[in-house]
């Protein structure tokens, strides 16, 4: 079977060939670097000759009006959307270009979407269970086990997400803030070395956006976060360093301040989005 | 993409499921019991025809004369002094369901005979059934031949009732010389061609002078074959097309060949499934002319078809209702049961099989057809013509009865064999060359 | 041959009787006196015969100048002349269908009442004879003023010349007017000729698409005059040259006429399934409705089939709304979001409304006459006909789709509903009635689905099994084409039907459509939203 | 042992429970109570029962792919026909010279359409276990070369169902086709023995019965371990949300195709107990409008419950088997209407009304549109 398996994978040639799992190199550099990278959908261009980069233990944030190509730099990254030129490397091993979204997963992406996507069917503990961090081809999973030790990474992941109670309920009846911690548990879970999250407040109430930062804040230093978000109060909150994103490139890079004052971040967002003023 | 929830709710469902199953085995093991037979009961008819599906078209109307044959008789007293009792189960056009229904009703029913089946599939499912359970059935559709059960009467046509003469016809009064075999993709066509094949070789006609078309069941778009058809007939030599399509696929087919200008006097289409049926849903006016080849038309001038349509008219209370060759089939089947039955004074199975051979009741062509030791019965064969009524006017006919031949002389594995159900033969497939019954003979030939 | 020969007599002669005829020297001599009708011992004379000898009475019929002869021939082409099996008189029958028929005296036409189907003799007559009468009847039209009729008339001469008909139809040619009806006359000459050995004839020929010429020429081409046989063979090359073309836009032509029925018969999906997203699996049956309108209204209108036809258009249009309408009030309504579901309630409705059909009207196939006007083939030459019943298909499935395309840009609904599909929530806040434009949208994809219906009554049965012989092609079409995409759905349609004709003179109609099917297969996998995906975020909801 | 999980489940045990005293029940009423007796069980209703269990089976192998990946197949007749055909080719071969032309080696209608020796797929379906292997080959190999295309195509929703259609439509026109050399319209029949028994005899009715019954019983058993276990969970999360699992690093077109191999197996292997015991396989079985309706069984019963397309499966062919005898003219109203009330009144199929009626309190969005029209 698993042999066959290995046939089914298209963009492997021989497992020899690829050491799947090796560590992320960042010795040489930034954990995560984006050069030229161009796409366009039926010519328009979403993402036009961008250049980024995310220094390992960072917590960067991204903003930018609506069309700004942020979602599209997200899927470039996870490997779900093909750009037309340019090159993505993970450290300085990994060229994602050449990777499909479980083999970026595994290299230690993770993602967290705009909508949160919880898998409604199952339970919260089920949901951290799948997506935790182990061997995760076919047939170790149709025989895995619950073990003390998956037990209790779990509850500690619970815990820090504050849905312990909730643990045995079925995802899909959490409320919408709920959901977004559950996902980002769910990261968490995973072990991954870079942290994309996209618009994690949106929709929240105070209290709940004060406690998603507190967890986007403890998150970084042990992983790189890359944070979109619509939300200035928010990002403020949380920033140390701040990307504009317009028109699919880079509009100004800096702290949250030295961006504010930036004329031409000024005039992009006067005729945009209210948050920005 | 639904979402439905969780695993969770498994748990004692399956409690409810018990009494559910339970139920229902309870209430089938009830309709099985059935009661015991008396004089008195009525005698059981079985009718197996779709009335739903792609076959109800065909087959419905074949359940109407079932029903009303019955009920003719019932108002003459029925048979042997008991009431007839019609059993109609709906097989939908499914042909396992065939085989089922076939055995609920010689199982369950307990029907002293079946008069059943269209298409040659349904009978090939339901064959084992009638020869396993020793059932009657009645089968009243033209077919390729190649079979001869010792439960099955054939009343429709055998190969050499229906297709040989047709061509005859065609070589001899009209002069073709060039033939296009054109028929639906299954097992009666394929025969059918098989035999001209072999009969036109016979005859001199070459290779390069027949074209042979296959098409699928149901197929609408004739614009192509059509037009091949006409090139195929543009050699300056006479043309004809012998046609072995399926029911629905005629409608378009005939509407392109008319729409192509394709009329009969170019190219004469003569059919062996078109029949009077079938033309009464098609606009018959640029049709005219075309042939069909069949042992009944509904136009035959003879005061018992006259009757007979009289009663159909009656009986469906719609004076533009159309009687065609099954349903003639039916009427001779159901007579020379009833004559069976009343010579054996019984409905004993057994009994009836040997009494019905050499039965002759009248057909409504003017003659009678009997019943021959292979199961099969006489029929004449007449060629009719397409009028703009949807009906049929016969141009030609054979002087006398043609018995039905339940292996064709013209195909290689078959041209030894005959069938013969009387006593001391009691055989369908008796190698007249090897002189043993069927698959006794390769045994006794490997054991020499 | 024999029968060739004969006919050929035939012509020489009734034409001989019509220059006779024309030189004015023919009187009814009969109705100057009451002596017993010459008609009636004609008429016996030919119920006798044979076939064979039923020929030589029509001729006899045709030379005796009669006027009523003409209706007779008619009539005896028809099977509608019959004779009493008592008294042994002749009738015409009027109406030859339920257990009476009215008829007319055949020598008087007056009327005779109605006669049992029991009482009448049928005066036998096959197809030959059928022959021999249409070609006489055809010269009757040869001296009418209507070029149109001489024309058809002509044709029917072509490769039925002989010796003794060259003289006549040669003075006919000299009097003829209409440039069209030269040619023709021209061209039966000369396959006559052709016939004799005459090597200049082939000039005639050469580059005549009509199939006989054709005949003629590859005759000649086995001959044993080497000039003769090489000249003809030339002159086939160059027709077959012309005919490859010829038959590559008939191919073309048929493929597209394939396509419009498959474009006709998805659009109305790609509305319902396209744009609201329901899986209407009752979609064929409403097709069927269509068609059942159709003939429904040629029943109420009867002898106006074309008339009828048209009525058809909105009828049918609105039987498959309404019928629409009451399946999105009963069912689908309840299924808002559940878009699985919608299969399989429809798949309920579709059994029903089948049976239902079965039921009420007859399980059997019902008659849908083709107008006039929608029979026969546009001649684009000799050898490329366009058969006029798929060409106003053809063009209905267009003006279909252009009408649908404008209503989807251009009118207030469609608007709405391309708001409703886009966002519901969002258009409702709008003040859309999001609960209305459904409405109307599942009562436009079902009306549309009955105008197919209304187009393919014109072109295979009109059953209960309509509907189920269209479905799966529909569905296949309209995800090959992309769903949510009208264009995809033309496009899809169209190049489907071609790629079928194209196969299908190479790999037969079954394995034709096993490749198509096979074509599709692959070329989703290709791009999985088919031709004309919706691109962007919309598309990954 | 994954395998074993189920069975320390309740619903399982008491599933397999309720399987198995019927079947008893049926079987000791067929064989020891006499005819005419009010409970007797006729050989005819065993069969028809056992016909009921291939169509459970097979309701089985569809939820599964429907139900827990999310893939809606409306092309699942081709794996259960392809499964019927290979045991009917087996069935054929068993038949040697008993044919009624009495050739040793040819099936009766090759002789009959003069074909003069066994086609190369042909060879080999005289032995029962090459013949068994294949009924599970055949229709595994068709699922992985059609999965693993669509699959790593990403081929989602409608599309996938739709060329699934096309796939067992293809199939259908290929089988009707004479030079296929399967049968075409006619199919395979007249079937003698299987194994050495006779197919005609009540003993052997009786054992396809019971070995429908135990098929039913380990597919079942299979199902539940696959779905209990994590992958199945995998597969739940795949059905929701593909993107999201491929994110998490799972191989999702892996899982799909695994979880549809398995599944056409089991479609497979319920073709091959249904053939000998209707007597007859012919190309009819691949017809779309068979795959829908299995997929009608299933919806009928209830979705993602296994269990629910069991019920659903075995409901609404007895009643297809009881309609069309009382009402034969009408039956399609009463099956068409029952198919409309369903889905409309029980969404979630008459496991969803066991449900309810136990009063299981918690209520969790059941359909996308609710979550899409809450996010936006």
């Known amino acids: 079977m698993s042999f066959l398996q290995s046939l089914a994978d298209r963009d492997r040639v021989f497992d020899f060939l690829v050491p799947e799992d090796s560590p992320v190199d960042v010795r040489h550099g930034p954990i995560l670097y984006l050069e030229d990278v161009t796409v366009s959908f039926d010519g328009f261009k979403a993402i036009n000759n961008l250049n980024l980069t995310i220094d390992d233990g960072e917590l960067r944030c991204i903003i930018g009006p609506n069309g700004a190509g942020k979602t599209t730099m997200m899927d470039i990254i996870t490997g779900k959307t093909r750009p037309d030129t340019g090159t993505v490397w993970f450290g300085s091993r990994h060229n994602l270009l050449q990777k499909n979204e479980p083999e970026i997963a595994r290299l230690g992406i993770g993602r967290k979407f705009q909508k949160p996507t919880v898998f409604e069917a199952l339970s919260v503990f089920e949901n951290l269970e799948l997506a935790m961090a182990m061997d995760k081809s076919l047939w170790p999973t149709l025989r895995a086990r619950l073990t003390s030790e998956v037990r209790e990474r779990i509850d500690a992941v619970l815990q820090t997400i504050g849905l312990a109670d909730l643990r045995a309920r079925p995802a899909g009846i959490l409320s919408h803030g709920q959901k977004q911690w559950l996902e980002i548990g769910m990261l968490l879970m995973q072990r991954p070395r870079l942290l994309l999250v996209d618009e994690p407040v949106a929709g929240m109430t105070e209290q709940e956006m004060e406690r998603t930062a507190e967890l986007l804040t403890g998150l970084a230093g042990r992983h790189s976060v890359v944070v979109v978000e619509h939300d200035m109060g928010f990002v403020r909150s949380i920033a140390r360093t701040v990307t504009v994103l317009h028109q699919g490139s880079v509009l100004a890079e800096g702290t949250m301040d030295q961006v504010a004052n930036d004329p031409k971040v000024i005039e992009v967002y006067l005729g945009g989005e209210e948050e920005a003023v | 993409m639904i979402r439905i929830l969780p695993s969770a709710l498994h748990r004692s469902l399956s409690r409810r499921l018990t009494g559910g199953l339970a139920l229902s085995v309870l209430a089938l093991g009830i309709s099985t019991t059935a009661l015991a037979e008396d004089a008195q009961d009525p005698i059981k008819v079985g009718i197996l025809h779709s009335l739903t599906g792609t076959m109800a078209i065909s087959e419905s109307t074949l359940k109407d004369t079932m029903l009303m044959l019955i009920e003719q008789q019932n108002a003459q007293g029925g048979l042997l002094g008991r009431e007839l009792e019609p059993v109609v189960v709906d097989p939908a056009s499914n042909w396992p369901l065939f085989a089922e229904k076939a055995r609920e009703l010689l199982a369950q029913e307990e029907v002293d005979v079946i008069f059943g089946n269209w298409t040659s599939v349904s009978r090939k499912s339901v064959l084992p059934v009638v020869e396993e359970l020793n059932g009657l059935l009645f089968y009243p559709v033209q077919y390729e031949g190649e079979e001869s059960s010792e439960n099955v009467f054939y009343t429709g046509a055998a190969p050499n009732q229906q297709a040989i003469p047709a061509v005859d016809y065609l070589m001899n009064e009209v002069g073709v010389e060039r033939w296009v075999l054109a028929g639906t993709d299954y097992v009666y066509p394929r025969t059918t061609n098989r035999i001209l094949e072999a009969y036109l070789a016979a005859n001199g006609v070459g290779d390069d002078d027949i074209m042979v078309n296959y098409t699928p069941f149901g197929h609408s778009d004739w614009q192509n074959i059509v037009s091949e058809i006409k090139q195929f007939g543009s050699a300056g030599k006479k043309t004809a097309v012998v046609s072995t399509v399926n029911g629905d696929a005629n409608v378009p087919f005939y509407r392109e060949l008319a729409n192509q200008g394709v009329d009969a006097a170019d190219i004469p289409v003569v059919a062996f499934s078109v029949g009077e049926q079938e033309l009464s849903g098609i606009d018959t006016a640029p049709l005219v002319g075309h042939l069909a080849a069949w042992n009944y038309f509904m136009s035959v001038d003879n005061d018992a078809n006259y009757d007979f349509i009289d009663a159909w008219y009656d009986y469906t209370g719609d004076d533009e209702a159309v009687t065609n060759d099954p349903m003639e089939a039916h009427y001779i089947g159901f007579n020379m049961w009833l004559e069976a039955v009343r010579k054996a004074g019984t409905t004993d199975v057994d009994e009836v099989k040997d009494a019905i051979i050499g039965v002759s009741v009248p057909n409504l062509t003017g003659g009678y057809a009997t019943m021959m030791p292979n199961h099969h019965i006489t029929k004449p064969v007449l060629i009719g013509e397409i009028q703009d009524n949807g009906q049929f006017s016969v141009v030609w006919e054979t002087p006398s009865t043609v018995a039905g031949d339940a292996w064709s002389d013209f195909l290689q594995g078959s041209r030894d064999l005959i069938s013969d159900w009387r006593a001391p033969m009691r055989c369908g497939n008796y190698n007249v060359v090897e002189g043993s019954c069927g698959a006794g003979a390769a045994e006794t030939v490997a054991s020499e | 041959m024999g029968m060739f020969s004969a006919g050929r007599g035939l012509v020489g002669l009734v034409l001989a009787g019509l220059l006779w005829l024309s030189a004015g020297s023919a009187l009814g001599a009969s109705e100057a006196s009451s002596a017993p009708d010459p008609g009636r011992g004609l008429l016996t004379e030919l119920a006798e015969a044979d076939y064979n000898g039923k020929k030589a009475v029509i001729d006899t019929i045709v030379a005796s100048g009669d006027e009523r002869s003409r209706r007779w021939l008619e009539s005896l082409a028809d099977g509608k002349l019959q004779r009493l099996k008592d008294s042994g008189d002749f009738v015409i029958v009027l109406r030859n269908r339920g257990r009476e028929w009215p008829v007319v005296d055949a020598l008087t036409f007056e009327d005779a009442g109605e006669v049992s189907r029991r009482a009448l003799d049928r005066i036998r007559i096959n197809n030959a004879l059928r022959g021999y009468l249409d070609s006489s009847l055809a010269l009757f039209d040869l001296r009418v003023d209507d070029p149109q009729a001489r024309l058809v008339a002509a044709r029917d001469l072509i490769g039925e010349v002989d010796e003794s008909s060259v003289e006549p139809i040669a003075r006919l040619l000299a009097e003829e007017s209409d440039s069209d009806v030269v040619t023709t006359l021209e061209l039966a000459l000369a396959i006559q000729r052709l016939d004799q050995g005459d090597v200049e004839a082939v000039e005639v020929l050469a580059g005549n698409l009509d199939s006989r010429a054709r005949a003629a020429l590859s005759q000649a081409s086995r001959s044993d005059d080497p000039t003769l046989a090489a000249a003809a063979s030339e002159a086939l090359t160059s027709i077959e040259q012309v005919l490859k073309i010829n038959r590559a836009a008939e191919t073309l032509y048929f493929g597209l006429s394939l396509g419009s029925v498959l474009v006709l018969a998805a659009i109305g999906l790609a509305i319902t399934f396209g744009v609201m997203g329901v899986i209407n699996m009752a979609h064929g049956e409403l097709i069927m409705l269509g068609a059942y309108t159709t003939w429904a209204m040629q029943q109420v209108l009867p002898g106006q089939p074309g008339l009828a036809l048209l009525l058809s258009i909105p009828a049918g249009f609105l039987v498959a709304a309404l019928a629409g309408v009451a399946i999105e009030r009963s069912v689908i309504q309840f299924l808002k979001g559940r878009p699985l579901e919608t299969l399989l309630a429809t798949f309920g409705v579709s059994l029903i409304l089948q049976q239902l059909v079965r039921t009420v009207i007859s399980p059997l196939n019902r008659t849908v006459v083709t107008p006039e006007w929608m029979s026969g083939s546009l001649m684009v030459n000799d050898a490329l006909s366009l058969t006029l019943n798929r060409l106003y298909v053809l063009g209905f499935a267009l003006l279909v789709f252009a009408a649908l395309m404008l209503v989807m840009r251009r009118t207030r609904l469609g608007l709405e509903v391309r708001a409703v599909t886009q966002n519901r929530a969002m258009a409702r806040a709008m003040g859309i009635r999001a609960t209305r434009v459904d409405i109307l949208t599942f009562a436009l994809g079902s009306g549309v689905a009955g105008l197919a219906g209304v187009a393919l009554s014109q072109l295979t049965n009109v059953g209960p099994n309509l509907g189920q012989n269209y479905i799966i092609d529909s569905f296949m079409v309209v995800v090959f084409g992309g769903v949510g995409n009208l264009w995809g759905t033309l496009v899809a349609g169209l190049s489907l039907g071609v790629i079928n004709q194209v196969l299908e003179p190479w790999a037969g109609a079954v394995l034709a459509k096993i490749l198509v099917l096979v074509f599709i297969i692959l070329f989703i996998q290709k791009r999985p939203r088919g031709l004309f995906p919706q691109k962007g975020r919309a598309a990954e909801g | ?376």
């Open chain 4, 1 to 376: 042992m994954w395998l074993t999980r189920p069975l320390s489940e309740r619903s399982t045990l008491l599933f397999l429970a309720v399987l198995g005293v019927v079947m008893a029940l049926v079987v000791a009423c067929n064989l020891w109570l006499p005819r005419g007796h009010a409970l007797h069980v006729s050989t005819y209703t065993v069969t028809l029962l056992g016909k009921y269990l291939c169509y459970a089976l097979l309701a089985v192998a569809v939820d599964l792919v429907w139900g827990y990946l999310g893939i809606l197949s409306l092309g699942h007749g081709a794996f259960f026909a392809l499964g019927g055909y290979a045991m009917g080719m087996y069935l054929m071969r068993q038949i040697g010279d008993r044919g009624v032309y009495g050739d040793p080696q040819l099936p009766d209608f090759m002789v009959f359409l003069n074909w003069d020796s066994l086609p190369w797929y042909w060879q080999g379906f005289d032995m029962a276990w090459f013949a068994f292997l294949m009924v599970l080959l055949a229709p595994g190999l068709l699922a992985l070369v059609f999965g693993f295309l669509a699959f790593r195509s990403r081929v989602t929703g409608v599309y996938l169902s739709i060329i699934t259609q096309a796939l067992t439509f293809a199939l259908m026109l290929a089988f009707f086709r004479n030079e296929m050399g399967f049968g075409g319209n006619n199919g395979l029949t007249d079937f003698k023995e299987l194994m050495g028994f006779d197919l005609t005899a009540h003993a052997t009715r009786l054992g396809l019965f019971i070995a429908s019954g135990v098929a039913l019983a380990l597919g079942y058993v299979l199902c539940r371990a696959i779905v209990v276990s994590k992958l199945g969970r995998v597969c739940i999360a795949v059905r929701d949300a593909e993107a999201r699992t491929r994110f998490l690093g799972y191989r999702v077109e892996r899982y799909q195709l695994f979880v549809f191999m398995v599944s056409a197996m089991l479609a497979g292997v319920a073709g091959a107990l249904y053939v000998p015991q209707v007597g007859i396989i012919n190309p009819s079985e691949f017809s779309p409008l068979f795959s829908i309706e299995i997929v009608v069984w299933v919806a009928l019963g209830g979705r993602a419950t296994l269990f629910g397309a069991v019920i659903g499966a075995l409901v609404v062919n007895y009643a297809k088997s009881v309609f069309t005898g009382v009402m034969p003219e009408a039956w399609l109203f009463a099956l068409g209407a029952l198919f409309v009330l369903v889905t409309v009144m029980l969404p979630n199929g008459i496991a969803g009304l066991l449900r309810r009626r136990r009063g299981d309190a918690e209520q969790v969005p059941t359909s996308t549109t609710t979550t899409t029209e809450a996010s936006t």
